[in-house]
RNA sequence: GAGCCUGUAGCUCAACGGCAGAGCGUCGCCCUGUGGAGGCGAAUGUUGCGGGUUCGAAACCCGUCAGGCUCCCCA
């Protein structure tokens, strides 16, 4: 037992469950990004941890990425995070790639962190952005692709809820305050913290940051003020735009939402579950300006969110928002009656695989007692059996899981038979 | 990186200083050609690992490893 070596702390292993649970994520993601027009795309697994180091944020690029040094001495990391690899892809074929590109992406990602709920060291995300436009109108169809999402899901308006807030708003109202450009960071940091900070003890911090008490009171009116989003013209024109796109009942104005990663540029938007079972974000984005030319392309404006497959799972788990789980994807399974039989089940097995159904045949022989509770474990919804009698009739006995009957057929009848089973349901 | 909690059968847990158990699951039988319900029965443990205290440790102490939760950060 002890011996045995572990899974590296903090990685996934995917039993068939949890893979149909991947799955399904996978394609729901899929048919949200689809449903938009968005086309698949993927970067490396592995990057230079210098394509982080200039704007993913020190947390992220000293503290959580996977580092390590090849064999030729570069360093290099698995990627904690997509937007800097699409920013670069963008940058190298800015000239021949027709805009607004509209790319997503679902893959894995590492981030060196305590795991707990929630958060893992090895996670899936759904990437999602469009490059080459900047308006208010653009940021409202990344929401509404979420929203999509949320709903084809099962997460309805009432169980998750996207919180948008905008850097630049929240910039000049701080400028109005007097906080200088190098405490925004700070303040910023403050700020995502106090939901989860008593509000004493949270003044008391903002007071240590360096923030005066009027400067502090006037932080907080802002945090408070539910309807500053209309001194922003952006922001009227993106719940305008979401108006129109029919997910205003999922959407939010909401100045404390913050981010941490440092590109952000104008509107921010997280989503949450309104239940607060789970403190994490569902996805989070937001509009990045200055990207792209980061990474030494033409400047260009974008817009992207990011979804970790863990959150969701766990919440879809917790609202009973996941489908049942069938086993295996054979509908069909043949016994095998006994040794002398065995030939023939594989080869009647066989040619239904040929007419395109996906078939189980037992591989040994065994008591048909045996054989029907596996079938039944793996949830098979047809399952048949060629003993000497049918054998001798050029017969097969047909089974019907989901209501016990069983009838004779030819066997040159069997197909449709198992098709109008299968069709009935 | 810090704090708190937990490691006992495949799983969930009980036993809290005195014979290591239950439920679920698995397997077998009731049922010699048929699943789900039920009945009966069986198998399964260096109590995470190492040390200490004790007549006696799963339990108490120390260390260590692993997991969970929180802080931090974030998908």
New binding site residues.
Partial sequence: ??SKI??V??TREFYPEEMALRNFIYEKVRAASQSFGYQEYDGPFIEAIDLYAAKS?E??VKK?SFTFQDRGGDFVTLRP?LTPSLARMIAAKQGELTFPARWWSFGP?W?Y?????????E?F?WNLDMLGVNSPEADAELIAVGAAFLRSVGLTSDLAAIYVNNRRLMDSEFDALGISAEKRMDVS?LV??RS??ESAKWDSYALELGLDQTQLDGLKSILDNFDLWKKSDELVRLFSALEALGVSDYVKFDPNIM???LYYTGTVF?AFDTSGSL???????GRYDNLLADVGGQSLSGVGF???????GILLKEKGLLPEFVPSPAPVLVTV?DESLLRESYALAAELRHSGLNVLCFPEPA???????????MKARV?L??????FSNNEV?I????????IKVKREAVLQSILGMLNSV
């Fill in positions: 037992m002890s572990q899974p702390k903090g944020g947390e992220l959580q995070e990602f981030r962190e305590q795991p707990q709920k929630g958060r893992s060291r996670f995300q940091n995502d913290r989860k900070m981010r941490g990663l997280e403190k994490r974000a569902i996805f989070g984005g990011a979804m970790g497959d863990v959150v969701i009656f008591k048909l007692q045996k054989q029907f509770k596996f079938a039944d474990k399952v059996t060629m003993g000497p009698d049918e006995a089974k019907n899981m989901m209501n016990g009957e069983q």
